[in-house]
């Protein structure tokens, strides 16, 4: 079974509209975090925010914010106030604690409409 | 400044020619880590290490090594690639824990 899936090819958003990238997860570890990455189409991996298991509340870093559902093991990532410059491919990772593996989705490719 | 250096960035090479991309961070982190990027998969994990002289398998070990002699690097090793070895490879480092990996620049490699 897939650990995390991004059922999301593709998504297209207004500039300074927001948009929701899903992802949904499957651990039996009751201690894990999860990230989100975005890729520009230079390339380079960028880290946006992490959600813990624990965490009681859903983690924001300026216009991103992670809607966490443990019970439905979603996580999913808002953006808010789309802008041109978010274009890019957004990945969706895990992390257990006790097995120290990383697992990322296959990516929700976002382009931002002027 | 903090960073994960891969080198080379680009290669093209010929099947069954030995290869090595190295991995460097100035971060002291315990974890490094490679994946592999295909089209339509995502990021997949290959080997990753806790310490030095502690590395385990990922999701697709087949067909490389690591070896960790030191904190800072974490060398991939292609023993004898083979053209379904093409494909973007990225090193990872973190601490130990609930913490972001920081990524390298990425390596593009061709096997012809």
């Known amino acids: 079974a897939q650990k995390i899936t991004q059922t999301q090819p593709g998504m297209f958003v207004q500039e300074k509209e927001a948009v929701t990238l899903d992802c949904t997860y499957d651990?039996?570890?009751?201690?894990?975090?999860l990230f989100w990455y975005k890729q520009p189409s230079s390339g380079e991996m960028i880290f946006l925010i992490y959600q813990g298991s624990y965490d009681q509340q859903n983690a924001t870093e300026g216009r991103y914010s992670l809607n966490f559902q443990k019970a439905r093991k979603s996580a999913n990532l808002v953006i808010s106030a789309s802008q041109l410059g978010d274009s890019a491919m957004y990945f969706c990772a895990m992390r257990e604690v006790t097995g120290n593996q990383f697992y990322f989705g296959t990516g929700t490719s976002l382009t931002v409409i002027p | 400044e903090a960073q994960v250096t891969q080198n080379p960035r680009y290669l093209i090479t010929v099947t069954g020619k030995k290869l090595t991309v190295t991995c460097s961070q100035n971060m002291n982190h315990e974890y490094m880590s490679w994946y592999r990027q295909d089209p339509g998969l995502g990021l997949r994990q290959i080997y990753y290490s806790m310490n030095v002289e502690v590395t385990d398998k990922g999701d697709v070990p087949e067909g490389y090594k690591v070896s960790r002699k030191e904190k800072r690097n974490f060398p991939l090793i292609l023993e004898s690639p083979s053209p379904n070895q093409t494909s973007l490879y990225f090193c990872a480092s973190s601490l130990i824990g609930p913490y972001e990996q920081y990524f390298g620049p990425g390596t593009r490699l061709t096997v012809t």
């Open positions: 651990t039996s570890d009751p201690s894990y975090g």
